[in-house]
């Protein structure tokens, strides 16, 4: 049974999923020397923010094949190092979504009306009601930075509360930002006329120190800073100055640089600053919603299938998975195949993708059929996650083509492989939406389902020769489930598929190549 290890508290729905496939550890708090010291124990690791999955840890483990986030951030995890080692990272994208949407408003709210220290001076016994006089936020402007899931939940609400929009997203239209009622503008822009200023955005190398005395200082007195996304997006030090010194209003922090926060100058700003321990996912309905997503894709991965949120897989959003899951069985078959019609070491492969396939949703078949093509060579080692770094070290030219006006088939996949033993080509497509079929092997036009065990000959067309091999093939107890022959023209050169129930014994394909007419010879097990 396979072993699962869960770092951090997550909500028991998920490892009652977890529990139906795998014997399931909870350990948390772990040093970071005591997770490397077991990780080579489990198949599986499902973590929160609070576990740092470094490049030691996962070069410690040994068959861990599947690290879960119950969550969406991924900055925790190693994720090319795990991509190198071929391991699938998921998240929960949505989970917490409204979670981490409805904590950044009540920072906003809470911020401007004082909640936290007004409550706190009541419960110390006070009744003070000067110091906290507040500020309302209707019809002030709301500076949203990235216009994701939880900035646009976010804009939602602000819009219903009476806020005009601004917002900053790089990546998005300005149709989608008015659909969603924002006016997208450029970031200067938004600092000097916000009067509050949400960030909703990944900590990337473009991001970090976002907000810094640079940025500070082009924002009015009255700003409110809103940072429910990720530490590091804010220079902590700089925002305490200008804070302090009054550029600013105030801030409500619910992530920091660095996590739990230590010692910091941010304590120390009173009412003008709301610190929360990284509770933005941390409601009930959130830890159901992403423990059971992720556990979902653990038990699924480790039951052999696709995870339909892997963050290192390109391309394969669950839509995308759905739509394409049958195309990605017939890129990798044909990725095997043709690289064992090549043998020798693959230097080029032309991947085209036609009819349907030739959509720019198609990128992931070019990944299966890389996961094909290197099988051979690295049987379970090679995975959706690592198979394009695989190629790539193995230097593998990968050439895409797409041909819209291929209409042999709805969508048909065709690869070329050159190595040092020459080029060979096979094509596919699926019959009745399912069925693989092998619609033409180097050239020569064939409709075959393939087989586990297959033997491909490159012949003359002439009289004769199919009865001979089928002959030396019975001499060898070698039974033929099915045969056919494509060729372009009459008595010219011809290919032969044929299905055999059994691998070819050892020395036939040689004797085989000796049979008069027969110009090659192929043997081929899927
Ligand atoms: N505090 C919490 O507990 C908590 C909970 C959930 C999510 N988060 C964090 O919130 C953030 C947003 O999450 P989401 O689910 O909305 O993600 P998302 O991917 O849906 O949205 C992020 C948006 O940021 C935009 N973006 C990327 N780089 C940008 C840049 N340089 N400038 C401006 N915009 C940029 C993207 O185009 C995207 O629209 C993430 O950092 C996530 O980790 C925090
Ligand atoms: O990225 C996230 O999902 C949030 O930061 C939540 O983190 P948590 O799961 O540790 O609460």
């Known amino acids: 049974m396979s072993k699962v290890l869960v770092s951090d508290p997550i909500d028991q729905a998920g490892i009652d999923i977890l529990s139906q496939v795998a014997t399931v550890d909870v350990k948390t708090n772990l040093k970071p020397a005591e997770l490397i010291e077991i990780i080579g124990e489990y198949d599986a690791l499902m973590i929160r923010s609070g576990t740092r999955v470094t490049q030691e840890i996962i070069e410690a483990s040994t068959q861990l094949k599947i690290i879960g986030r119950a969550g969406v ?52 016994g006070e009744w003070d009601r000067k110091t906290f006089v507040g500020a309302e936020v209707y019809k002030k402007t709301l500076g949203i930075v990235g216009l994701g899931k939880i900035g646009s939940h976010v804009a939602h609400v602000a819009k219903a509360m ?35 200023i949400t960030l909703h955005i990944p900590k990337t190398p473009e991001t970090a120190n976002l907000i810094n005395a640079k940025t500070l200082a082009k924002m009015k007195p009255t700003t409110r800073i809103i940072n429910c996304a990720r530490g590091g997006i804010i220079d902590e030090a700089a925002l305490a100055a200008a804070i302090k010194e009054g550029k600013i209003a105030g801030a409500a922090l619910d992530v920091f640089d660095s996590e739990p926060l230590a010692e910091s100058e941010l304590r120390s700003l009173g009412k003008d600053i709301i610190l929360t321990p990284h509770l933005g996912a941390s409601t009930a309905e959130a830890q159901v919603n992403v423990a059971i997503d992720v556990a979902e894709q653990i038990r699924d991965v480790l039951l052999g299938l696709p995870a339909r949120s892997a963050v290192n897989i390109p391309g394969l959003g669950p839509d995308i998975l759905e739509e394409l899951k ?13 690289g064992q019609l090549a043998g020798g070491r693959v230097e080029t492969l032309n991947v085209k993708l036609q009819g349907d396939l030739a959509t720019n949703k198609s990128q992931p078949l070019v990944v299966a059929a890389l996961k094909g093509l290197l099988y051979q060579a690295l049987r379970e080692r090679v995975n959706y996650v690592n198979a394009s770094i695989e190629a790539k070290e193995r230097g593998i030219r990968v050439i895409e083509t797409r041909d819209a006006s291929a209409r042999d088939y709805a969508g048909s996949l065709h690869l070329e492989a050159t190595g040092t033993l020459g080029t060979h080509s096979v094509t596919g497509a699926l019959l009745g939406d399912k069925e693989i079929h092998l619609t033409d092997v180097d050239g020569f036009p064939i409709n075959v389902p393939p087989s586990k065990y297959m033997l491909f000959t490159l012949h003359r067309d002439m009289p004769g020769i199919i009865g001979k091999l089928g002959s030396l093939l019975g001499s060898f107890n070698v039974n033929i489930a099915s045969m056919q022959v494509g060729r372009k023209i009459v008595r010219g050169d011809a290919v032969m598929a044929l299905s055999i129930d059994d691998p070819l014994p050892d020395g036939i394909l040689d004797e085989i190549k000796q049979v008069s007419g027969i110009r090659d010879a192929y043997t081929v097990t899927l």
Do not use: W
């Open 162 to 196: 009476g806020m005009k929009l601004l917002a900053y997203d790089p990546f998005i239209s300005t149709e989608r930002a008015e659909q969603i009622g924002c006016q997208l503008v450029e970031l200067d822009l938004l600092f000097q006329q916000a009067d509050y």
């Open 73 to 124: 951030g991924v900055d925790n995890v190693d994720v090319p190092a795990a991509t190198r080692k071929g391991i699938v990272v998921v998240n929960s994208p949505e989970g917490n979504t409204i979670a981490a949407a409805e904590h950044a408003l009540a920072m906003m709210l809470s911020l401007s009306r004082h909640i936290p220290d007004a409550n706190a001076s009541v419960k110390r």
């Open 326 to 338: 049958p195309y990605m069985q017939l890129a990798e078959t044909l990725g095997n195949l043709v």
